[in-house]
């Protein structure tokens, strides 16, 4: 019975799911949409899995979002993938997540999606930590797709907020030291924008819309600086759950706002 009434379901799931498509598309979209790829393990746990298993299907899941975000057009995404944080976690998860690493940017440096719609891949963060090979495959898949002019896609590695503030203050010092300058100089001209202007992401536009799954309602310090005026949406779905209807309902809810203040 439960089944018979699933199949009679599905057809109107999937006529909700076209008209909501053609609802958003007609809408405004993020110039830079932030994605905290939350719940991997929680998942696999679920399922009686190693977690190795979660980030696996996590992976899967963020190629998906990728082509949903180039149907949609938006111009630039960030994907939080591993944080400072996750070097606590047992060494031989991060030894098979560092495995994970250095395959998926070999996969993504030939992937016919990265190369047909001329994604620019980035890798921001601290890059202490990880081995040669990871930072091999990386650097590869960044001079690979270098010169692409379609969307950037910033994957956020050994990366925390407070540790990208820091960084970026480290560098200001740094260069007014080249300069010759002295600290009371420094703080004379010390401004948001010369910060914003030695982020990670500089050059680029703050995130006006983040995206969290898993029910956390919580940043946990992702781009803490450009955050300061976002959208915020945080999905009670696990990552590797995911669903295109709940990535365009999210968006909708984008636009709804956006709407609502007029911008």
């Not at 606590?88 to 047909?116: N, S, T």
Request: aromatic content about 10%; some cysteine.
């Amino acid at each position: 019975m439960l089944r018979r009434l699933l199949s009679l379901t599905r057809p109107l799931y999937w006529f909700y799911e076209r008209r909501l498509l053609k609802e958003v598309k007609g809408g405004p979209m993020p110039r830079h949409l932030g994605l905290i790829l939350d719940g991997n393990r929680r998942y696999a746990k679920a399922l009686g899995l190693s977690p190795t298993k979660g980030h696996e299907f996590g992976v899967h899941k963020a190629y998906e979002v990728l082509e949903w975000c180039l149907e949609m057009g938006i111009k630039t995404v960030t994907v939080w993938v591993f944080s400072t944080d996750n070097f606590r976690r047992p060494p031989e998860e991060v030894e098979e997540l560092m495995r994970l690493f250095v395959r998926e940017a070999e996969r993504m440096a030939e992937d016919h999606r990265i190369l047909e719609h001329q994604v620019q891949v980035r890798v921001i963060g601290r890059r202490e930590g990880f081995s040669e090979e990871v930072l091999r495959a990386l650097e590869r898949l960044e001079e690979r797709t270098r010169q692409h002019q379609g969307m950037v896609l910033n994957i956020a590695m050994g990366y925390g907020g407070r540790e990208e503030i820091v960084d970026a203050v480290k560098r200001l010092l740094l260069e007014a030291e080249e300069k010759g300058l002295g600290p009371g100089q420094v703080a004379a001209s010390l401004t948001p924008e010369e910060i914003a202007k030695r982020l990670y992401t500089a050059g680029l536009p703050d995130p006006d819309f983040i995206i969290r799954t898993s029910g956390e309602i919580r940043l946990s310090g992702f781009l803490l600086w450009q955050s300061a005026y976002s959208e915020f949406y945080f999905a009670d779905v696990l990552w590797p759950e995911f669903r295109k209807i709940d990535f365009l309902r999210a968006l909708r809810s984008y636009q709804a706002r956006e709407r609502r203040f007029g911008r």
